[in-house]
């Protein structure tokens, strides 16, 4: 469903992304894994379209959407999350996701609709649904849920999940990766997932794509990119027993 | 002296009217400050513009004053979105301080412009209202319908962020302008409304000043300035903040007035404006 050929990102000498290819089927979560710096976040805004890519191609369901604003990207079917989350603070949890679910989507809904359908991805996350649910009073969780809400209530074929759960403790950061790997069962919804914590990602990831300074340095399902060695050396290094320990115990 | 005398009620009640107008005067800029983040340098000039298309709706072509009133609405919010469109678009990313030189330009050239269509005389619509005598006080019945108005045009306004998408979408993007494409909103479309809605406030605003003054093409100086402050003063972008802050300004120029003389009632309201700038820069509800 996705297409992504020799996409390229330079700024000015610095090449952030350099000649990245790869394929996407329906209802498939690739884990967009690599070091800090290694090009995923601009990855993700290539795709999303919030830069404009240096050369390259993206197509989405055999349509071409490079060059096209990101709010028709949206459109199109694509959301995202991000790492550090941008609620609208001075809105309501609902009024947020409501938002989104208003705009987000090819055909507008009714107001009533739009609301419902916020509600719904609300109870998809596991967040308060009432009108009084203000954003201040979500944690660090809470508030990862709320952007994921946002992202599903515009109905998306792809979604860039931007999870960085690294604030969350062990319980609530499996309950996110279970949470995504639901929405993928319930909504055959394609997910591109960009995390650090290889615990969480490589349990419930189909296939990887490694970047490093911007080049995909592998590619494959989590058991033979956990024991590629150029993986090891650049990214997972004294934690790759665990990854891998982490693949087998899902394999097996 | 006795306090409590009715002129000095008289005094404070034409505050409170004033007031109203002075609030109203700083919604539009605080909207477009809020939302789009530019100074609208011009925005009293755009009032000077609709007031004299009423003028030359009504006593030129002797069109009824309502239709007069509509017209300078439509026509206000209409400069407002040409005025984005034409002028604030191409600077957006540019730095603030040439943002203000650019709406500053603006407020030269219609000044310029008025000055050469409309000739520099005064023009009045010659709408005379009466006043209300209650109790020994005299009250000015077009301050009272300006007050009436500008409070009804701020509770529209805020019936319609908070109860429509456009208007929560013109929330959302006040918030976070770079996160509005990826819910599918294209926040070019948005500015140019929100334009059009403060283009719309500063159309309202002319209708209900040309009730009560002359119209001459530099009567955009003799109340751009206080808009400004009044803004400030609340905290520029905080339309709350611009409502409580018309009102203290209001009272110092109406009461300073009654004990001293109308001159020294706006003396009183700038020091105190510029005492404040020194303990509160932000404004009385400004963030940082």
Known sequence: ??????????????????????????????????????????????????????????????????????????????????????????????????????????????????????REALALVNLPAEDSARVDGLGAAGL?????????????????????????????????????????????????????????????????????????????PPQEVAHDPKVIEVYLGSDAEDVQATVAARTG | MQIFDSFLLEAVINGILLGGILALLALGLNLIFGVIDVVWICYAELIMIGMYSVYYAHNVYHWPLALAFLACVLLVAALGALLHVLVIRPVLGAEPINQLLVTGGVLFFLQAVATLAFGVEFKNVGVSLPALQIAGMYISFARLIAFGVALGGM???????????????????????????????????????????????????????????????????????????????????????????????????SVGGYFLALEWGYVLAFLFFIGMMFWRPQGILGGK
């Open chain 2, 155 to 253: 509770v529209a306004l805020y019936l319609f962020l908070k109860r429509t998408y456009i208007g929560t979408a013109i929330r959302a993007i006040s918030q976070d302008r770079g996160i509005m494409p990826l819910m599918g909103v294209s926040p070019n479309r948005i500015f140019v409304l929100t334009s059009a809605i403060g283009g719309a406030l500063a159309g309202l605003a002319a209708c209900l000043l040309v009730l009560q003054y002359d119209i001459h093409p530099a009567i955009g100086l003799s109340f751009g300035p206080i808009t400004f402050m009044v803004c400030v003063l609340g905290g520029l972008g905080n339309m709350v903040g611009g409502f409580i802050a018309a009102f203290i300004f209001a009272q110092f120029i």
């Open chain 1, 144 to 220: 990862k849920k709320l952007e994921l809400a946002r992202a599903l209530a515009t109905r998306p074929q792809l979604l860039l999940a931007d999870e960085s759960l690294g604030g969350l403790d062990e319980t609530e950061m499996h309950q996110a990766a279970d949470m995504l790997a639901a929405i993928r069962a319930q909504r055959g919804i394609t997910i591109i997932w960009v995390e650090h914590i290889m615990g969480a990602l490589m349990r419930i990831v189909d296939r990887c794509l490694v970047l490093d300074h911007g080049e995909v340095i592998a590619q494959g």
């Open chain 1, 1 to 118: 469903m996705l297409s992504v050929s020799r996409l390229t990102k330079r700024f000015g000498g610095f090449t952030a992304v350099n000649e990245v290819s790869f394929e996407l089927a329906r209802g498939e979560i690739l884990g967009l894994i690599g070091p800090n710096g290694s090009g995923k976040s601009t990855t993700f805004n290539l795709i999303a379209g919030a830069l404009a890519p240096s050369a390259g191609s993206i197509r989405l369901q055999g349509r071409e959407i490079v060059g096209e604003p990101a709010n028709r990207i949206a459109h199109h079917g694509v959301a995202r999350t991000f790492q550090i989350p941008r609620p609208f603070r001075r809105l309501s949890v609902v009024e947020n996701v409501a938002l989104a679910a208003y705009y987000g989507q090819q055909e507008r809904p009714s107001r009533e609709n739009a609301f419902a359908q916020a």
